[in-house]
């Protein structure tokens, strides 16, 4: 138990290093343009991504990162894709807001909320005519949950039984507003009832939670038993962007929100059950350490050539 545990704990530090070293990038210079950060929300994207197989099909939002990370991407292409490198794993085009691996079962980052809920049916159907098999699983913000796009997709999956998992990050903040001051009655979870599909609140803090629901989803789903929307509860300890002063806050928000954030949650559990705090700190340093291996290689990698900018566009 104790070492599924520390792979977890491996999984979600190798997010939070990434996330980390992408902001001091950012405000350094080598990355450009607006970037999300996940710092907080690790366990959502590892416990999701150890319920998937090779062929599922996983459809983020531009808080992308970590799910890219959890589906298998390696840190060293993604860096140099944020970087504008020629080396990124989309030569350095897409940057932080647009990347995609496909080959890794991540099809991509979507700067328009919600859509990728439509996508991911689409995905979801195709698996129905070519044999795959496939799953697909879309995440979303809870301000994502008004979008009419979401709305839609969601009847469409129910009324047709698609295999698709439909994943809320609900960091109780739609960009800079409280969901609470958006929406009447407060569990979006309730609104699957409304398309007849099953729909759960659960604790997105907490890996294994996280992996318990998705992994039943995705088995319902591959059976034939149609859609099902995940609720997971969590909160960001980054503002909503890079240099977001994040003067909605109220006063010890972040000391409440660094107690449950699922790192320290993790910790606290891995010391309860005898694990030594040698052993603990062991994994982020080497999570930090091949971290900083990867940023190096991709910032050492050139950038990409405008004269190739015409290409794949066509096909």
């Known amino acids: 138990m104790s070492e599924r545990r520390l792979a977890d704990l491996l999984a979600m530090w190798r997010i939070r290093a990434f996330e980390e070293k992408v902001r001091d990038l950012r405000l350094e210079g080598p990355i ?3 970037v999300h950060l996940c710092i907080g929300q690790e366990a959502i994207p590892v ?27 390696p840190a060293e292409p993604l860096f140099a894709e944020l970087m504008g490198r020629a080396t ?30 439509p996508i991911a049916c689409g995905a979801a159907l195709a698996g129905r005519f070519d044999g795959s098999g496939r799953v697909a699983v879309t995440v979303f913000g809870d301000g994502a949950m008004n979008q009419g796009a979401v709305h839609e997709a969601m009847n469409f999956a129910a009324a047709f039984d698609l295999p698709v998992v439909f994943v809320c990050e609900n ?5 800079l507003t409280p969901i609470a001051d958006m ?34 989803a995705v088995e319902v789903a591959r059976e034939g038993g149609g859609p099902t929307l995940l ?45 030594t ?8 340093s080497r999570a930090r350490a091949e971290t ?6 991709a910032l050492a990698a050139p950038l990409a050539d405008p004269a190739t900018v015409m290409e794949h566009l066509y096909a």
């Open 231 to 275: 609720e997971c509860m969590t909160e960001r300890i980054s503002g909503h962007y890079i240099g977001d002063a994040e003067s909605y806050r109220r006063p010890g928000e972040m000391d409440r929100i660094r107690r449950r954030e699922p790192i320290a949650r993790l910790r606290e559990g891995l010391l309860a059950d005898g694990v």
């Open 47 to 73: 416990g999701a991504c150890d319920a998937l197989q090779a062929e599922d099909a996983l459809f983020a939002t531009y808080r992308g990162h970590g799910w890219a990370l959890a589906r298998g991407v």
């Open 171 to 175: 960091n109780r903040y739609s960009e």
């Open 88 to 117: 990124g794993v989309n030569g350095g085009r897409g940057g932080s807001a647009y990347f995609t691996a496909a080959e890794y079962g991540f099809h991509g980052e979507n700067s328009i909320v919600g859509a990728g809920a």
């Open 277 to 284: 705090a040698a052993e603990i700190d062991a994994v982020e």
């Open 292 to 297: 900083e291996a990867a940023a190096a290689a």
């Open 32 to 34: 450009v343009g607006s």
């Open 183 to 216: 929406v009447r009655g407060g569990r979006l979870a309730d609104r699957a009832a409304a398309y007849g599909m099953p729909g759960h609140r659960i604790d997105g803090n907490d890996v294994e939670a996280v992996r318990f629901h998705v992994r039943d």
